[in-house]
C-alpha cells in the first residue's frame, strides 16, 4: 500500500488546529504479518541509503521526535531506526538540563550534539521543549539566569522560536538536512497507555506521578505546539503531524517520510578519476603478489 506523506506534513504558512488533525488513521497494512514486512522493506532501503550517505560524506540528517508523555518515541526510534548501522547513526535524549546546560543559550546543548557530515542524528526530544515545556511552564526560565529585560518582553516566544528557525536555516544550508516529527495521541489513548503502564510491572519504571500532572496541562500544551508548528515548519525543516495511536501507522509513515528524505538527497559513492584508478591498479597488482 502506497504511503502518501503529504497528509501528515505541516506545509509552510499553514495554520495548525490539533483538534483538526486526527489522531489515528485507517490502518496501512492488512495484517501484523504485513506491517512487519512494510517497515522491514523500509528499514532495508533505510540501511542502504544510509551507508551512501556515508560514503558521500557531503550531508546529514537529523530526525527530531517529539510527543506528549506515553507518545511512542522510544518505539518509533527502536523499530524504525533498529536496522542502521550504529557507527553512522546517533541518539541522543535530552532531559532537565544539567546546570552547566542552563548557563549556555538554550541551543547550547543540543548543537553539541548535531550529526556530522554522513550521519544520521536523533533527538528524542530536543531544543523544541524550550518553547513547549518552558513555554507551558515559564518558571523555569527564572533558572535559566537571563536577563530580565529579555524574559519580560512581550514578543519573548517568537524571538525564541525565530533563533530556532534561523538554526534550522542554517544547518540545511550547510547540509544538514532536518525532518521533525510529532507523535498526535489523543488524550483517552494517553490515559490507556498509562493504565497499561501501571498494570505491566516491567513498565512500572516508565510511569511517575509527574506524568498525572503534567495532563492537566493539555489544552496548554496543545496551544504551545500549534505556535511551535506555525512558526517552525518550513520548506527547509518541515513538521510531520503523525497520527500516533496505531504505533505499527505511526511507524510505517515516520520510516516512509523518512526514505522520502534520503532518496531527495540524489547520493551517489564517490567516482574514482583516472589517478586514483592507477593507484587501484598498482595495489591490486601487490597484493596478487
Not at 74 to 99: R, T, W, Y
Not at 142 to 147: F, V
Not at 172 to 189: C, P, Y
Not at 253 to 263: F, P
Request: with cysteine; hydrophobic share 35%; net charge positive.
Amino acid at each position: 500500500m502506497k504511503i502518501s506523506t503529504k497528509d501528515y506534513l505541516v506545509k509552510e504558512g499553514k495554520k495548525v488546529r490539533l483538534s483538526q488533525w486526527p489522531t489515528k488513521v485507517p490502518p496501512l497494512y492488512k495484517s501484523e504479518k504485513d506491517y512487519k514486512e512494510l517497515l522491514e522493506k523500509h528499514v532495508k532501503e533505510m540501511d542502504a541509503r544510509q551507508s551512501l550517505l556515508y560514503a558521500n560524506g557531503r550531508h546529514s540528517l537529523l530526525v527530531v521526535f517529539q510527543a506528549m508523555d506515553a507518545g511512542g518515541k522510544d518505539g518509533a526510534i527502536k523499530h524504525v531506526m533498529s536496522g542502521l548501522n550504529p557507527q553512522a547513526c546517533e541518539v541522543h535524549s535530552f532531559k532537565q538540563p544539567s546546570s552547566s546546560e542552563l548557563a549556555h543559550d538554550f541551543l547550547w546543548r543540543t548543537t553539541c550534539c548535531l550529526p556530522e557530515r554522513g550521519r544520521i542524528g536523533i533527538f528524542n526530544r530536543s531544543y523544541y521543549e524550550e518553547v513547549l515545556v518552558v513555554r507551558v511552564h515559564p518558571e523555569i526560565l527564572h533558572h535559566e539566569s537571563l536577563p530580565p529585560e529579555l524574559t519580560s518582553g512581550k514578543n519573548f516566544w517568537e524571538r525564541r522560536l525565530r533563533s530556532i528557525t534561523d538554526l534550522e536555516k542554517h544547518l540545511h544550508r550547510n547540509g544538514t538536512h532536518v525532518i521533525k516529527f510529532f507523535l498526535h495521541i489523543a488524550k483517552e489513548e494517553q490515559r490507556k497507555r498509562f493504565l497499561r503502564r501501571i498494570e505491566d510491572p516491567s513498565r512500572n519504571w516508565k510511569f511517575s506521578e509527574a506524568d498525572i500532572k503534567e495532563r492537566a496541562f493539555w489544552k496548554d500544551y496543545m496551544k504551545a505546539y500549534e505556535a511551535c508548528f506555525n512558526a517552525t515548519s518550513i520548506d527547509q525543516s518541515p513538521w510531520y503531524i503523525i497520527p500516533a495511536d496505531d504505533k505499527p501507522n505511526a511507524r510505517l509513515i515516520i520510516s516512509q517520510v523518512i526514505l522520502n528524505t534520503l532518496r531527495g538527497l540524489k547520493l551517489e559513492y564517490p567516482r574514482s578519476d583516472a589517478k586514483r584508478q592507477k593507484e587501484l591498479a598498482s595495489l591490486k597488482t601487490l597484493l596478487a603478489k
